[in-house]
Nanobody, 126 residues
Framework: DVQLQASGGGLVQAGGSLTLSCAAT????????IGWFRQAPGKEREGVSA????????YYADSVKGRFTTSRDNAKNTVYLQMDRLKPEDTAVYYC???????????????????WGQGTQVTVSS
């Protein structure tokens, strides 16, 4: 079974940093696109970033571009989301997700992903 475990969330002041991890088991990790999503109370789940399976190319939502960096370590079956210069509007539950599909135009679309982790809370205080 595909399992994704997101961790690393917490409370941080505005301007601070956090690194989230997504540990994966149960599938051939390096063949899957991994995405990060977030959902704030009362809002839709939105795509934050994604990292391709084949070439490690990364994709970001405009709202986080230049502040967030995603990377993957295929030897450890883990994807990371380094979040810098955090803002209160980054407060949300963050999820990682996996997809065997292709087509980078879809990578920040939640419907592209078939498997999801349980989420980790990130709270940014002003």
């Amino acid at each position: 079974d595909v399992q994704l475990q997101a961790s690393g969330g917490g409370l941080v002041q505005a301007g601070g940093s956090l690194t989230l991890s997504c540990a994966a088991t149960g599938f051939t990790f390096d063949e899957y696109v991994i995405g990060w999503f977030r959902q704030a109370p009362g809002k839709e789940r939105e795509g934050v970033s994604a990292i391709d399976s084949s070439d490690g190319r990364t994709y970001y939502a405009d709202s986080v571009k230049g502040r967030f960096t995603t990377s993957r370590d295929n030897a450890k079956n883990t994807v990371y989301l380094q979040m810098d210069r955090l803002k209160p509007e980054d407060t949300a539950v963050y999820y990682c997700a996996a997809s065997y599909g292709s087509g980078s135009v879809f990578y920040l679309n939640r419907d592209f992903y078939t498997d999801w982790g349980q989420g980790t809370q990130v709270t940014v205080s002003s």
